[in-house]
């Protein structure tokens, strides 16, 4: 009988070896005479497991990891192949609480199904969204998406339904579906995954999203860092137009909706909305004024959908079983659930999706085994680059929208960094400062030049030159970058620079008595 | 010479397969970049022709992007991540390993050619920090050790 063996094709997990575990497998059941169907799945989302390495047996999926080459002729021996014991066993996959715990809706296929078959895809759930929303009028598919409560999940979050309703609104004989794949925060990888472990969960969203609002052209504006996501959605992208599911006719319904990838060129920036229109029409990145609105005047100045990979990748589930059912998960007004990425120094990295309203500290510890080093956790950065810094006295806060702004932090993408107690949070304000001018688009003076005097001002004070006066200049350059920048990368580089100053100020070399007098 | 003249060609041919497409400027600089390692500096005033938009355009819009280069980089590229989630893992150690096992900084390339060394902001690959990429391999919890074999292994095989 032949046995499915699963090995990812995750990226994460190939950089951890998984590309020559896969050879390795088929390699040794071949020299042993066993018949075995190798499958790339995705990636589970536990990466302390990878290479995890699943046979498929009647008890269900049982899974081995983290596998190395030095492992494999051992695990023939125990005969992994039928589920035998070896130190590697981690048992079925759906029974390890990490997993179990979660509520993955917008993750519900990933690490099951190989990510560019149509076929289990189809099996799986999908394009059920497609298929009603073909049955819909625009302005239901709209309301359904504002009933979900969805907000978008870049970093805004700005009601998806709002921005839908503006643009089905906006009358014109060309509109368009931007899907925003520029993932520059650090400390997330949620997109990636959804583009290389289901990427027609993405490509059913954009379907979704143009007949609702009368789109016939989709861009997914891609990063250059991810080739694997590139050729995981060229490839999906392909199949959809053989299936009729992408093209002129789609499923016969006589709409339209044609997609395409675009790749970026390595600036941050051009994560942000209107830079990416003009990096899409060709231009430098520049960042344009708002007004006009994108969803009334966007790409090529005309009414454009941008949305983040996860707020489309969530639209099928939402139109499959309604926006009530959505809704129905999180809390107060942060609704559905949330892909949370734990990243850094934590012993239990991945992702986790579950419904809005866990604090950090459950995150943490619950599921991130608290530090990789088995130090204590002294910081976490939350949201990217331009997210602030919270120490442990604000663990209890809930993974939440309105909570997160409360404590002048943001959520953002869903990235949490951890650091032990041996990080200098003095370097990581100077951090922050040297990535905005590295990034900085140009547009406006205080980001461009406020970010350079920013590291300069920070290094004098880490060599401890002059703290009463530089201190003071440090927090008025911050308060130049909150007012005066005409984007969230100048306007937010405050939050991680003074979110460590305020909660660290021993490592500026403040002492009690400097800040008290 | 004929060096020369294949660079014109083949920037000719990508730059007229994809001129009407919408927006062809970044697509072309990718597909020049893809052929060519780099984008040469005579290649612009073709570009700009061909677009209709001019040299200082074209010019523009290659040095606002980090990823388009206007030198030959080396046989390898290595992106090394300096984000956050690989600086709490260590990666400023890594990365004074690697300069000082290349002997290069960032955005320069080895005297023998093999090696370009480039920052990358995040990869992704934030669960198994720290990270590097070359070319299309990605790598995981780098440490100076396997970076080594990673470079040794290459050298061997090429
Ligand atoms: C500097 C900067 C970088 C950004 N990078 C991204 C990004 O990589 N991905 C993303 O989805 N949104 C990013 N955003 C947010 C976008 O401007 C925009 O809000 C988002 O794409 C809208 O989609 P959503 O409503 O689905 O979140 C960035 C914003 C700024 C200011
Ligand atoms: S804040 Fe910075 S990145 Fe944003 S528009 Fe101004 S200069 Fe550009
Ligand atoms: S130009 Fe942006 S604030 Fe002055
Ligand atoms: S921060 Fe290094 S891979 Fe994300």
């Given at each position: 009988m032949t046995v499915i063996v699963y090995v990812p094709n995750d990226s994460g997990a190939l950089a951890l070896g998984a590309g020559r575990i896969a050879a390795a497998i088929e390699k040794e059941a071949r020299q042993r005479g066993l018949d075995i169907k190798l499958v790339r799945n995705g990636s589970r989302g536990m990466f302390w497991l990878e290479p995890l390495v699943e046979v498929e047996i009647p008890e269900g999926r049982i899974g081995y990891g983290p596998v190395q080459l030095k492992d494999i002729p051992g695990l023939f021996d125990a005969d992994f192949l039928n589920g035998g014991a070896h130190a590697l066993k981690v048992g079925p996959i759906d029974e390890i609480p990490y997993f179990k715990k979660q509520q993955r809706l917008t993750f519900?296929?990933?690490g099951l199904t190989n990510p560019v078959s149509l076929e289990d895809y189809l099996s799986n759930d999908g394009y059920r969204g497609l298929n009603n929303a073909l049955a819909m009028s625009g302005a239901d598919i709209v309301k359904q998406v504002t009933d979900s409560g969805l907000r978008g999940r870049g970093g805004a979050a700005f009601p998806t339904g709002i921005k839908w309703n503006t643009v089905l609104?906006?009358?014109?004989e060309q509109k368009y579906i931007i899907c925003n794949a520029d993932e520059g925060d650090s400390g997330t990888f949620s997109d990636r995954m959804v583009m290389e472990d289901d990427p027609f969960v993405l490509i059913e969203g954009m379907t979704i999203a143009g007949i609702a609002v009368g789109a016939t052209q989709g861009y997914i504006y891609l990063r250059v860092e991810y080739p694997h996501a590139h050729r995981a959605l060229n490839t999906a992208i392909e199949k959809a137009y053989q299936a009729g599911?992408?093209?002129?006719?789609?499923?016969?319904?006589?709409?339209q909706f044609d997609l395409e990838v675009r790749l970026g060129a390595g600036a941050y920036v051009c994560g942000e909305e209107t830079s990416l229109m003009e990096s899409l029409e060709g231009k430098r990145g520049l960042v344009r004024f708002k007004p006009p609105l994108p969803a009334i005047s966007g790409l090529f100045g005309k009414p454009t959908i941008v949305n983040n990979v996860i707020s489309l990748a969530s639209v099928p589930i939402i139109l499959d079983k309604g926006g009530e059912y959505y809704r129905d998960f999180g809390m107060g007004r942060s609704r559905g659930t949330l892909p949370i990425q734990l990243a850094g120094n934590i012993k239990y990295p991945g992702l986790v999706e579950l419904a809005f309203g866990l604090t950090l500290r459950e995150l943490l510890y619950d599921y991130g085994g608290g530090s990789a080093s088995g130090r204590p956790i002294k910081a976490v950065q939350v949201g990217g680059p331009l997210g602030a810094y919270l120490p442990e006295s604000q663990f209890d806060t809930p993974l939440d929208y309105e909570a997160f702004a409360a404590i002048w932090a943001v959520v953002g993408h869903g990235g949490i960094?951890?650091?032990?107690?041996?990080?200098?949070m003095a370097e990581m304000a100077r951090y922050s400062m040297e990535f905005c001018a590295i990034e900085s688009c140009g547009k406006c003076t205080p980001c461009r030049i406020g970010s350079t005097r920013g590291e300069e001002v920070i290094k004098d004070i880490i060599a401890g030159r002059d703290l009463h006066k530089n201190i003071p200049l440090l927090r008025d350059l911050c308060d130049t970058l909150l007012n005066g920048s005409l984007c969230a990368l100048g306007g937010m580089t405050p939050y991680p620079v003074l979110s460590a100053l305020n909660h660290f100020p021993e490592d500026f070399g403040i002492t009690e008595q400097a800040s008290a007098a | 010479m004929t060096e020369t003249v294949s660079m014109f060609s083949i920037v000719k041919e990508i730059t007229s397969a994809l001129k009407d497409k919408p927006g062809a400027l970044l697509p072309i600089l990718h597909d020049i970049q893809n052929a060519l390692g780099y984008i040469p500096a005579d290649s612009i005033p073709i570009i700009a022709s061909e677009l209709r938009l001019s040299r200082a355009e074209v010019h523009g819009v290659i040095s606002f992007y980090h990823y388009f280069r206007e030198t030959p980089p080396g046989k390898q590229t290595i992106h090394l991540c300096r984000a956050e989630s690989c600086q709490a893992m260590g990666s400023k150690k890594l990365e004074e390993h690697v300069k000082d096992k290349l002997g290069i900084d960032y955005h320069e390339t080895t005297a023998d050619g093999r090696f370009s060394?480039?920052?990358?902001?995040?990869?992704?690959l934030c669960s198994c920090s720290p990270s590097m990429q070359i070319g299309e391999d990605v790598y995981g919890r780098v440490s100076n050790e396997s970076f080594d074999s990673i470079i040794n292994e290459m050298e061997t095989l090429s």
């Open positions: 519900a296929r990933i609104n906006t009358p014109s599911y992408l093209g002129e006719d789609i499923q016969g319904s006589g709409k960094v951890v650091f032990d107690d041996t990080v200098d | 060394l480039e920052p990358a902001y995040c990869l992704g």
